[in-house]
């Protein structure tokens, strides 16, 4: 079988951190998988079961536990389902989905059908955001509404400007294993320092396989398939995908854009305060 994993041991060290956070949250789940024709794919869900469902999809090299962390009040008023994207360093299957074409939405579609879901929220933190955006191109019956943070695919930064601050410092890390290589492109990327992150990143970029296939960004056409409401958030000082331009592409292409707000001091990667941010916009959302 396929493995995006490099080792046995590597997987092992990876996992271990996974099911570290999922304790921290100190949170009652259930751990489901779904089988799509993609790959088998693993849910961490929690909340009142009879409450509104909300599908939460993290970014890339990450995981459910994590993304569970940055919106903790959403699961008192949400029932909700935190995906492990496929070809990520979590539970689900090790497949690695073209983002170029429909793939991803194909996935997520099944997913939701699996689960039985309908008039769904989908919540998504960068590469989160492209995964639902393919979705909302062909496959958005099921979507009620939509919030993205930060997303990929509407916008890309200075490509220069990514390699220089982002990529160079993270190839020096996997050639030498020092810490400070992740400290100096992290703090590029996010707007607070993260330990956990320093912790499972530097564990992800020597024994995970990770893909760094240029983002794609949407067409003006595909855009303008799309008719679910959207809530976008972008961070100002966003070096892979600025907040500046994001907005005034989104409000150019996106017929169904609701809002869009920018929060002024924030990194690619938002701190509590952002999160919070986020947090009430979707909760005011299901009070309205």
């Given at each position: 079988?396929?493995?995006?994993?490099?080792?046995?041991?590597?997987?092992?060290?990876?996992?271990?951190?996974?099911?570290?956070?999922?304790?921290?949250?100190?949170?009652?789940y259930e751990?489901?998988?779904?089988?799509?024709?993609?790959?088998?794919?693993?849910?961490?869900?929690?909340?009142?079961a009879?409450?509104?469902?909300?599908?939460l999809?993290?970014?890339?090299?990450?995981?459910?536990?994590?993304?569970?962390e940055?919106?903790?009040?959403?699961?008192?008023?949400y029932r909700?389902y935190?995906?492990?994207?496929?070809?990520?360093?979590?539970?689900?299957?090790?497949?690695?989905?073209?983002m170029k074409?429909?793939?991803?939405?194909?996935?997520?579609?099944?997913v939701?059908?699996?689960?039985?879901?309908?008039q769904?929220?989908?919540?998504?933190?960068s590469?989160?955001?492209?995964?639902?955006?393919?979705?909302?191109i062909?496959?958005?019956?099921?979507v009620?509404?939509?919030?993205?943070?930060?997303?990929?695919?509407l916008v890309?930064?200075?490509?220069?400007?990514?390699?220089?601050?982002?990529?160079?410092?993270?190839?020096?890390?996997?050639?030498?294993?020092?810490?400070a290589?992740?400290?100096?492109?992290?703090?590029?990327?996010?707007?607070?320092?993260?330990?956990?992150a320093i912790?499972?990143?530097?564990?992800?970029f020597?024994?995970?396989?990770?893909?760094?296939?240029?983002?794609?960004?949407?067409?003006?056409?595909?855009?303008?398939?799309?008719?679910?409401?959207i809530?976008?958030?972008?961070?100002?000082?966003?070096?892979?995908?600025?907040g500046?331009?994001?907005?005034?592409?989104?409000?150019?292409?996106?017929?169904?854009?609701?809002?869009?707000?920018?929060?002024?001091?924030?990194?690619?990667?938002?701190?509590?305060?952002?999160?919070?941010?986020v947090?009430?916009?979707?909760?005011?959302?299901?009070?309205?």
């Open positions: 079988m396929a493995t995006l994993f490099k080792s046995e041991q590597g997987k092992n060290e990876v996992f271990a951190l996974y099911e570290e956070k999922l304790r921290q949250l100190d949170l009652t751990s489901r998988f779904v089988d799509t024709t993609r790959g088998k794919t693993h849910l961490l869900i929690t909340g009142p009879d409450q509104p469902p909300l599908l999809v993290h970014g890339s090299n990450a995981c459910a536990p994590i993304a569970l940055a919106y903790p009040e959403l699961c008192k008023k909700v935190a995906v492990d994207v496929l070809g990520q360093p979590n539970k689900s299957a090790e497949v690695r989905l073209s074409d429909d793939s991803y939405g194909q996935w997520m579609d099944e939701m059908e699996a689960l039985g879901l309908e769904v929220t989908l919540l998504g933190f590469f989160g955001g492209l995964v639902i955006l393919k979705t909302l062909n496959h958005g019956s099921r009620k509404a939509v919030f993205l943070a930060a997303p990929a695919y890309n930064g200075n490509p220069l400007k990514a390699l220089w601050k982002v990529f160079i410092p993270m190839r020096r890390y996997m050639r030498t294993q020092k810490i290589h992740i400290e100096k492109f992290l703090s590029v990327l996010f707007t607070k320092r993260d330990n956990f912790r499972f990143l530097s564990k992800v020597l024994h995970f396989d990770m893909d760094f296939t240029p983002v794609p960004v949407i067409s003006k056409q595909e855009a303008q398939k799309i008719d679910t409401p809530t976008l958030i972008a961070a100002e000082q966003d070096i892979m995908f600025p500046k331009k994001m907005i005034k592409r989104a409000q150019q292409i996106l017929p169904s854009l609701r809002q869009a707000v920018l929060l002024t001091d924030s990194k690619h990667v938002q701190d509590a305060a952002g999160n919070q941010r947090e009430k916009l979707v909760l005011e959302d299901k009070n309205n």
